[in-house]
C-alpha cells in the first residue's frame, strides 16, 4: 500500500535549519534501507509558484505568493508499506525530527493512494 | 489485560519496521538467529505489556533493542550460573570483544547495514531448502507473520512453523556462521538471496496454484526485500538488476486482473493502468545495473532489459520486438533453459512472424522438462491460431487448460479454445 504524507505549516519564510534537515534525510535513508521509501521532496516558497484553477469551466492562473493561504505544502514522502499504521509510525518519527528543531505548529496529511491494488478495489 | 486496538497496531507497526534489525543485531551478538529471534520476541512481549499502559516510547527501536539487551545478559548469567559447560554464548561474546556490560544497542547500530546483510545471507543460506529459504525470509526480514506466510502460501499454518522451526535448526546444526561470505563465495551466495527474493515475488506475480491470480502483497513483500538488498549491497550490479526487475512488472499488476478477477496478459492490457511511478523507478533500477558495465548484463538485468522494451512502448505496435529477440538470444546464452526458450519463441514470432517462433516451439515439444508446463501448448496454440490451423490449435489450448493449477488461468485458456 502506498501512502503520502503532505506536509502542511504556515509560510512565514522560516527555512528548516542545516540540523533539521541532516534528521530529515537520515529518517530518509533508514527509511529507504528497510525498502518502503518510493520519494520524498521539500517544496520551495509559493512565491516561486503558482496556482491554476478551473471555475465554470474556466481556466485562471496566478502567481504565487499564496499569502491568503492560513497553511501550505512543505514537503511530501511516499511510503510503501504493509499497513496504515506503518505510515502512521513513520509519520512520528518525522515529526519527532523537528522537536527542538523547529518552533512552528506541522501538520502532516496521510493519505492512501488509490494507486494499489485490484483488491482494494481501485 | 485486553490491548487498545490502536496500540495493538502500533506495535505491529514498530515490529515489522523494526524487528530484522533487531534480530540482526543480536544474531551477531549471540550468533544463533534461533536465539535472536527469541530475544527479540521477547522485548516485543515486553512491549505489549507495558506501551498500553506507558505508551509507545519516543523511540521504539531502541527501547526494543535495549530490552532484548538485557534479556541477551540475563541468558547469558543464568547459563553461566546452571551449567559451566555452556558458557558458549559468553565466549562468543568476548572472542567479538563485546562486553556484555557494553552498550550493545551501541554497538549494534554501528552494524546495522553489515548485520542485515550477514541475516539475509543466512536466511538465503544453500544448507536449507528453497522452500525454508523463502520462509525464514520472509519471517526474519519480511516480518511477517506465521499466519501472513501460511496464507500467502495457501499452506496450514502449523507447516510453516515447522518449516521455520527444521530451517533454523538446520542452520545451528551445520554451525552456518552469522557472515557475509568470502569473495570467493560471494556470487553463488548471492545468487541463492536473488533466487529467494524472486520467487517470492512470483508466487504473488502468477500465483502457481489457488483462486487469485494474483496476490500482490507477496508481490510488495519481494519488493521491499529487494530494495533492502539493493541498500545493503549497491556495488553488484545483479541486485539492480533484479530490482529493476521487479519494479517494471510489478508496474503491471493492477492492470494485469480484469474487474473479475481474470487475468489480462501483457499485450491485451491497457496500458494507462501501468504504474509510472514504479516504472520509473525499475528504469532507474536498470541504468544502475547497465552503469556496471564491464561483463555485461547478468540474467536479471537481462530480464530487466526485457521488461524495459515493454514498458517504454505506449501501444503494443511500438514494442521493439527486435531488441527483445536479441536480449532473448543473450539470456539463453547465459542461463540456458526450456522456458527462457518458449519465450524466445514467443518474441520471434512477434518480431518475424509466428511460423519463426512455432519452429523453436516444435524443437522444445520433445524437452521432458516441458512436458507438464501449461504454457508450451498455450502458446503452441496461439501460435497455431496465427497460422490458421485452428484444429490443432484447440487441442493444444484444451491440453493447456488442463495442465494448469490456476483456476483463473485455465478459463481463460479455455475461453480463448471456444473463440477459435
Request: hydrophobic share 45%; proline share 5%; glycine share 8%.
Amino acid at each position: 500500500m502506498r501512502y503520502m504524507t503532505i506536509v502542511k505549516s504556515r509560510e512565514t519564510g522560516a527555512r528548516p535549519s542545516p540540523a533539521l534537515i541532516e534528521r530529515i534525510m537520515k529518517l530518509g535513508e533508514e527509511a529507504s534501507g528497510k525498502g518502503v521509501m518510493v520519494g520524498m521532496g521539500g517544496l520551495g516558497p509559493t512565491a516561486l509558484g503558482a496556482r491554476a484553477r478551473l471555475v465554470n469551466g474556466k481556466i485562471t492562473f496566478t502567481d504565487g505568493p499564496f499569502s491568503e493561504a492560513k497553511e501550505v505544502i512543505g514537503g511530501f514522502a511516499i511510503y510503501d508499506v504493509p499497513s496504515k499504521q506503518d505510515a502512521l509510525e513513520w509519520t512520528r518519527r518525522f515529526l519527532e525530527a523537528h522537536i527542538g528543531l523547529w518552533d512552528q505548529e506541522l501538520e502532516v496529511e496521510v493519505r492512501q493512494m488509490m494507486d494499489g491494488n485490484p483488491s482494494e478495489g481501485c | 489485560m485486553a490491548i487498545p486496538p490502536k496500540v495493538a497496531e502500533a506495535i505491529d507497526a514498530v515490529w515489522r519496521i523494526e524487528s530484522a534489525r533487531l534480530i540482526a543485531g543480536l544474531a551477531r551478538l549471540v550468533g544463533d538467529i534461533g536465539v535472536a529471534e527469541d530475544l527479540a520476541q521477547d522485548a516485543l512481549v515486553a512491549a505489549l505489556e507495558q506501551w498500553p499502559t506507558s505508551g509507545v516510547p519516543d523511540n521504539p527501536g531502541a527501547w526494543l533493542m535495549a530490552t532484548a539487551k538485557h534479556r541477551a545478559i540475563d541468558q547469558l548469567r543464568r547459563r553461566k550460573m546452571l551449567d559451566q559447560k555452556h558458557e558458549h554464548l559468553g565466549r562468543e561474546m568476548e572472542s567479538r570483544q563485546i562486553s556484555p556490560e557494553a552498550d550493545l544497542a551501541e554497538a549494534i547500530d554501528d552494524h546495522v547495514g553489515d548485520d542485515l546483510l550477514r541475516l539475509i545471507f543466512t536466511t538465503c543460506h544453500p544448507v536449507l531448502t528453497t522452500e525454508a529459504r523463502v520462509a525464514l525470509t520472509l519471517r526474519l526480514l519480511g516480518g511477517l507473520t506465521t499466519d501472513e506466510i501460511a496464507r500467502a502460501f495457501l499452506q496450514p499454518k502449523t507447516t510453516i512453523q515447522q518449516r521455520i522451526v527444521r530451517a533454523k535448526r538446520t542452520l545451528a546444526a551445520a554451525r552456518v556462521p552469522f557472515e557475509v561470505p568470502a569473495r570467493t563465495e560471494l556470487a553463488a551466495r548471492l545468487g541463492s538471496v536473488l533466487e529467494v527474493i524472486y520467487l517470492i515475488f512470483n508466487e504473488g506475480y502468477s500465483a502457481t496454484a489457488g483462486e487469485d491470480w494474483v496476490r500482490p502483497a507477496l508481490c510488495d513483500d519481494a519488493l521491499r526485500l529487494g530494495r533492502i538488498l539493493a541498500e545493503l549491497a549497491p556495488d553488484e550490479a545483479e541486485v539492480h538488476g533484479l530490482v529493476a526487475l521487479l519494479e517494471i512488472q510489478a508496474s503491471r499488476i493492477r492492470a494485469r486482473v480484469g474487474p473479475d478477477g481474470e487475468p489480462i496478459l501483457l499485450l491485451q492490457q491497457d496500458r494507462g493502468r501501468w504504474d509510472h511511478l514504479l516504472i520509473s523507478r525499475g528504469l532507474a533500477a536498470l541504468e544502475r545495473a547497465e552503469a556496471f558495465g564491464g561483463g555485461g548484463y547478468g540474467p536479471y538485468a537481462l530480464q530487466a532489459a526485457i521488461a524495459a522494451c515493454h514498458a517504454r512502448a505506449r501501444t503494443p505496435e511500438e514494442t521493439d520486438w527486435t531488441r527483445i529477440v536479441a536480449l532473448y538470444d543473450a539470456l539463453a546464452q547465459l542461463l540456458p533453459s526450456p522456458v527462457v526458450e518458449l519465450n524466445r519463441a514467443v518474441a520471434l514470432s512477434m518480431a518475424f512472424g509466428p511460423a519463426a517462433g512455432l519452429e523453436v516451439v516444435d524443437a522444445l515439444r520433445a524437452d521432458p522438462a516441458l512436458a507438464t508446463y501449461h504454457l508450451l501448448p498455450s502458446v503452441r496454440g496461439d501460435l497455431l491460431a496465427k497460422l490458421g490451423r485452428l484444429e490443432e490449435a484447440r487441442v493444444e489450448l484444451k491440453h493447456a487448460a488442463e495442465l494448469t493449477q490456476n483456476s483463473r488461468e485455465r478459463k481463460l485458456l479455455l475461453k480463448k479454445m471456444e473463440a477459435l
